[in-house]
């Protein structure tokens, strides 16, 4: 059954990850229970080259999970699964199942084009030079033609190789048959807002369809912790952002349901509030791509469940402490751990399932939250995938108290606060 007829993406549409492929049905009762109240989001599983690399598991079995729970549930909307941050290296083994491609061209930000190509695209654009008056926005901006080709000689080089890579996938899958989104969001710089148009402009004339687009926002997102930074110049640069997205649409030739995709890394609650309130404002939608949160509901679940789930929990701790130089690598740039602040291995086996819980749910109000404790497991799930069956044997015997923690989690802690009026 192919329930996404016309591979658009709603206007509100949510990307969840699972690392291990248990939580979809838990997960798409969140966007079900706000379809019940009225609100429609379409939702999109996603998971990295990375992530499937580390877990050791294959696309094929998120397209599994994703169908099952969508037959389980009676799902009857459209959803979708990212093949998130692939480039033309790592794409193939996607190009079977997923529907929805997240072509990462950060690498290639600030590396030179071909000599010429910055001033031909400057001299083919006169309408980016000047004063370039942009509804919403209260000041012009101003650029010169030496600003243009600045711009586009750091970018274009991206948004070629994201046309490679979306004619690679357009071979293999069909014209019509999949969403497109151009993420830019790992790396150190932010986009500003004249940027973000240069670059909708190159893609334009590159001819890519893309549905969305993930620039990266000032501040830290790190991963499954807070926001880091400036709300005030945050929300400026959202709404600035969404004004150049609707402006691109109409003066470029790009899909009229463009929208921007924050990667949230999870949990960017204070930003939630100016989220919301911008999109009410301009009638604006958005994708939303939090990340493996999920997982942390897993432990949370498995200790509160007490016994040999709160045991496992323990243990998965325990594990991550001891390698937890290795299991932070990779994820250097979004992470802030201080060692200091982590429990030691001694006092969590000791930890009732409350205390547990307690350190590790995203409660900023509650006084045994450990921010670092919460950081550290979030990259700490190749932990549970080296326990391989004994953690999943775990995870159905606990799943009554997961799937609560699953839902609750996304509906109450993101789907309200986003997109609830
Ligand atoms: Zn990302």
């Not at 009762?29 to 609100?39: D, P, V």
């Not at 830019?184 to 004249?194: S, V, Y």
């Not at 930074?229 to 959202?238: A, D, P, S």
């Not at 390698?323 to 291995?345: G, W």
């Amino acid at each position: 059954m192919n329930l996404n007829a016309s591979f658009t993406l709603g206007k509100l549409s949510l990307g969840m990850g699972d690392r291990f492929a248990h939580q979809a049905a838990a997960q798409l009762q969140a966007c079900k229970l706000a379809q019940e109240q009225g609100i429609e989001i379409t939702p999109v599983w996603n998971k990295s080259n990375r992530e499937h690399t580390i877990v050791g598991s294959e696309p094929s079995g998120t397209r599994a999970a994703a169908d099952a729970a969508v037959n389980e549930l009676g799902w009857n909307r459209s959803y979708f699964l990212d093949a998130d941050h692939i480039g033309l290296k790592t794409v193939d083994r996607f190009l079977g199942v997923c529907d929805f491609f997240t072509i990462d061209v950060a690498n290639y930000i600030g590396k030179p084009p071909e000599a010429g190509v910055a001033k031909i695209f400057a001299y083919q654009h006169p309408e980016l030079i000047g004063n370039i008056g942009i509804a919403g926005i209260a000041e012009p901006f101003a650029t010169t033609r030496e600003d243009i080709e600045r711009i586009v000689g750091k970018y274009l080089l991206a948004v070629q190789e994201a046309e490679k890579v979306h004619r690679h996938i357009l071979l293999a899958r069909g014209p019509g048959n999949f969403v497109t989104e151009i993420s830019m969001d790992e790396t150190d710089a932010p986009q500003t807002p004249i940027e973000l148009l240069v670059i909708l402009a190159a893609i334009a004339d590159h001819k890519i369809p893309i549905q969305t687009i993930a620039p990266k926002f000032t501040g830290r997102f790190n991963k499954g912790v807070d926001y880091d930074g400036n709300l005030t110049y945050f929300e400026r640069e959202f709404e600035q952002d969404i004004c150049v997205i609707k402006h691109a649409v109409k003066n470029y030739d790009l899909d009229k349901n463009l929208k921007l995709s924050i990667h949230s890394g999870s949990d960017k609650f204070s930003i939630y509030p100016s989220v919301r309130n911008v999109l009410a404002s301009h009638n604006a939608g958005v994708h939303v791509k939090t990340a493996g949160t999920t997982w942390l509901e897993e432990c949370i679940g498995l200790a509160e469940s007490g016994g040999d789930g709160l045991a496992l929990a323990k243990e998965i701790y325990v594990e991550a402490f001891a390698h937890k130089d290795e299991l932070c690598a990779p994820y250097a740039t979004v992470i802030d751990i201080r060692c200091d602040m982590l429990p030691s291995p001694d006092d969590v086996s000791a930890w009732t399932k409350e205390q547990y819980v307690s350190a590790l749910r995203h409660d900023q109000g509650n006084p045994g939250f450990n921010p670092h404790l919460r950081q550290l497991l979030h990259v700490g799930f190749k932990v549970a995938a080296k326990m391989g069956r004994r953690y999943l044997s775990q995870l159905e015997a606990c799943k009554e108290c997961i799937s609560r923690n699953v839902t609750t989690n996304l509906f109450e802690r993101h789907i309200k606060p986003l997109f609830f009026p």
